[in-house]
DNA sequence: ACGATATGAATGAATG
DNA sequence: CATTCATTCATATCGT
């Protein structure tokens, strides 16, 4: 979503302090009734530096420690600010990257191959965009690879990786009778909810990729 | 935990009983052709007061079986939604605990799993806010359980601390009423609140690697 | 002011 | 058990 670069709509150009406090009609002091962040120009500049720069893409719980605390000084951040962030922002990316090729032709801007997506003009039809059977994740590595000195300099780093979806739908508007979703048919859809199992049948972790057997303890 | 007000979530009720469409001719999509489970109020409500008031965490087999039989009357719900809900809320409780570092001094008392602390108020928002008709989630008979099993171990342990998690009790016909709340404390807000951490800015993780990126510019 | 879009937040599902 | 992906909701912000 958010290239590297700088187009319109910022929120402001506070590149100083803190600004989050936008409750305009008096403006409490401790109160934050602002119901969600909403990252600093510096915040969200340093989180496109780690992103793009420094090929962070989902850090780990003790980076985004660091990270927050970081970000703290520009204004009242989380730590799970920082997590949605870049799950975020590594969502939409590919989510639109993903649209480039399938249902959507409207490309107006014709991507550029060395720019940044600059905000798609395209309209995502997220209005109801139902059924995506997309999974089929190929075993590539996710290029998240805490290669500290990656590229270290400005320009998109190759943090984007191959992701081939081929969008394989597969056109099942499954009418909503009772059966759900019966992935890789054969796990948990016990559908038969109307028979009785007799059986214990401690299959129930058994799920529809058998990868560890069975777990049976808790904790 | 939370930040004080929050509404969100949709309004996805399942008709508890039947929530079919004209089933076979002409199909008709039934709208929500949402591939997943859309968790109802009560469902929800359940399967926090087992998680919080009876300490389970990681449900048996069998204990899902019978979890999810009890949730079916609220809603067509299958074993590994069960499965995947502790899953979930115990893996995302933990993971909020490791962002903001474990800091969270709002634990005064707690551990009393058959009360809910006084402390907080009627805010029991926590988190599904439907807005629907059937947002009613006063008194339900809890004690109508069509579960085949009379054995009825569903849960119920000690809460506290350790779980047990094995054996019959009679049936858990606690009351239910609402308690919910997070006894854990755990909380991705309000951890600190004092912005000042005047400190290293430039201490980001400790890379392995003395060559971790200035983030100072990136235009 | 509204409507569209951008994006924070939440969570079900799945994988390793 | 942790980590990640996908999808959706909620809301802040911008455009007109």
Redesign the interface.
């Known amino acids: 979503m958010e290239p590297?670069?700088?187009h319109h709509h910022h929120q402001a150009d506070q590149e100083s302090g803190?600004n989050n406090n936008k409750s305009g009609s008096g403006g409490y002091t401790?109160r934050?009734?602002s119901?969600?962040w909403t990252p600093t120009t510096e915040q969200i500049?340093?989180l496109?530096?780690?992103y793009y720069?420094?090929g962070v893409r989902s850090p780990t719980?003790?980076?985004?420690?660091?990270?927050?605390?970081?970000l703290?000084?520009y204004?009242?951040i989380?730590?799970?600010n920082?997590?949605y962030w870049f799950q975020n922002h590594k969502a939409r990316e590919r989510q639109k990257k993903r649209f480039n090729g399938t249902t959507m032709a409207t490309t107006p801007t014709s991507s550029s191959p060395n720019s940044r997506p600059a905000s798609v003009n395209v309209k995502l039809d997220q209005e109801h965009h139902?059924?995506h059977?997309n999974k089929s994740y190929p075993s590539f590595n996710n290029g998240n690879l805490?290669h500290?000195?990656s590229g270290?300099e400005?320009g998109a780093v190759n943090a984007s990786n191959g992701y081939m979806s081929s969008h394989v739908y597969g056109s099942m508007?499954?009418?909503?009778?009772?059966s759900?979703?019966n992935i890789g048919g054969g796990?948990?859809?016990?559908?038969d909810?109307n028979h009785?199992?007799s059986a214990?049948?401690?299959?129930?972790?058994d799920?529809p990729k058998p990868l560890f057997g069975?777990?049976?303890?808790?904790?």
Chains 1, 2 share one sequence.
């Open positions: 590297p670069q700088h803190n401790c934050q009734t119901t969600r500049r340093i496109k530096d780690l720069n420094n719980a003790d980076q985004i420690q660091k990270i927050s605390a970081r703290r000084q204004g009242k989380e730590g799970k920082v997590f139902l059924l059977h805490n500290a000195n270290s400005c508007e499954q009418d909503c009778s009772m759900y979703n796990g948990w859809s016990n559908m909810h009785h199992y214990p049948a401690y299959n129930f972790f799920r069975l777990e049976g303890h808790q904790e």
